[in-house]
């Protein structure tokens, strides 16, 4: 009897396949999450929202928000995963409303680049704009 037998794997998540595909194949992921703690779970769905919705990125238009200083972004990309892990569901409204009470303004731009990196925050500019945004937030901009 392993960590991996057919019993242990049948018994946890009781989920019985008439085809071995599906007898294999389905009972990973819950297994995989019931084994991680409750905290881990819990940073792992405020990412998954965060992700879902585009994390602050206007979906109209490609672009990202940037604030005056590595503070300022490091405090709007914080209030963005408290506003998702509490529950709040991140419209652009409400992402807007966030930003607008850090000093955050939304950069249309599809020429962001990081030029800097300060304090754990990238300085963010396309030529005629400069701000300052989380490497998060970034990511999110350039896999759009």
Not at 85 to 101: E, F, H, M, P, Y
């Amino acid at each position: 009897m392993g960590l991996f037998s057919r019993h242990h794997w049948e018994r946890t998540v009781r989920l019985r396949s008439h085809r071995a595909f599906g007898r294999w194949l389905l009972p990973v992921p819950f297994w995989v999450w019931g084994r991680l703690t409750k905290p881990l779970r819990t940073a792992l769905l405020a990412i998954a929202v965060v992700l879902a919705v585009g994390g602050g990125a206007k979906a109209a238009e490609k672009g990202m928000y940037l604030c005056r200083s590595p503070v300022v972004a490091n405090d709007y990309w914080n209030a963005v995963n408290v506003a998702s892990g509490t529950g709040l569901r991140l419209t652009q409204a409400n992402v807007a409303d966030i930003a607008a009470s850090n000093g955050c303004v939304f950069a249309a731009s599809p020429n962001l680049k990081p030029v800097n990196f300060v304090a754990g925050m990238f300085e963010m500019t396309d030529g005629k704009l400069r701000g300052w945004a989380s490497p998060q937030a970034y990511i999110l901009y350039v896999n759009r």
